[in-house]
């Protein structure tokens, strides 16, 4: 008789490692860390319904604090327009619709109102805030160092934007090793069709395991190691 994988209770055990096969098992406390992704003043005001999206990527965060849970906050930064390269510029001057580099204007300058971390979230002393100019959280930056050497397995990912960062993240994370759960709804999108083909690519192409905001708090507070 065949037997699926969420009718299986235990991990898998072969060699010596142990293969999470349930969100539960996946998110065991010891192995798993929160990344919020780009919740800058400048990214969530582009978001739709982004009130909505605020409250839900606050009620993850507030449940991972309280189980005592590794978190990450990633930020997008704009280098001087001096110091851009080609795929920078090119990048500049698509998302800007312009069509001379003297028109691009930097959204993400370091110091610059756009570039924070929204008020609401307000990062803790205890928690760590990276920068990088790339749409690979795990790209040019110190956060595979961090899990690795924290033992860490599994990421459970939030934040902005879905179709911009939060996929390739999750496909670099996934080619690094790790878990990640998406929490599809304290996910925020731009474009809401370019958003659900990301969703639906992740989901096909089988990497770790998505979730929704009730679910994820349910299951930190139940594997709470604070």
């Known amino acids: 008789m065949q037997v699926t994988m969420n009718e299986l209770t235990n991990p898998l055990d072969f060699r010596g490692l142990s ?3 349930t969100l539960t098992q996946a998110c065991d406390p010891k192995h798993v860390a929160l990344l919020v992704y780009d919740t800058q003043v400048g990214v ?3 978001i739709k319904n982004n009130e909505h999206i605020v409250n839900g990527i606050l ?18 930064l704009s280098l001087p327009k001096e110091l851009m390269g080609v795929s920078q510029l090119r990048m500049g001057l698509e998302w800007q619709k312009v069509d001379t580099v003297e028109k691009i204007s930097p959204w993400f300058l ?21 920068d990088k100019i790339t749409m690979s959280a795990f790209e040019g930056t110190f956060l595979n160092i961090a899990l690795r050497d924290s033992g860490i397995k599994t990421f459970i990912i939030i934040g902005a934007a879905m179709e911009v960062g939060i996929e390739p993240t999750i496909r670099h994370g996934s080619d ?21 083909r990301s969703v639906d690519s992740i989901s096909f192409a089988g990497f770790g395991f998505q979730t929704d905001i009730e679910t994820i708090c349910s299951i930190i507070q139940s594997n709470s190691v604070a």
Do not use: M, W
């Open 19 to 21: 293969i999470p096969l």
């Open 59 to 76: 009620r993850v965060l507030n449940a991972a604090r309280k189980a005592g849970i590794r978190i990450y906050f990633s930020r997008h």
């Open 110 to 130: 370091r110091g610059a109102p756009a570039f924070e971390i929204i008020p609401e979230l307000n990062p803790l002393p205890n928690e760590a805030i990276f």
């Open 44 to 46: 969530i005001k582009q």
């Open 176 to 196: 690094l090793g790790y878990i990640p759960v998406l929490v599809t709804d304290a996910c925020g999108v731009g474009n809401e069709q370019a958003a659900q």
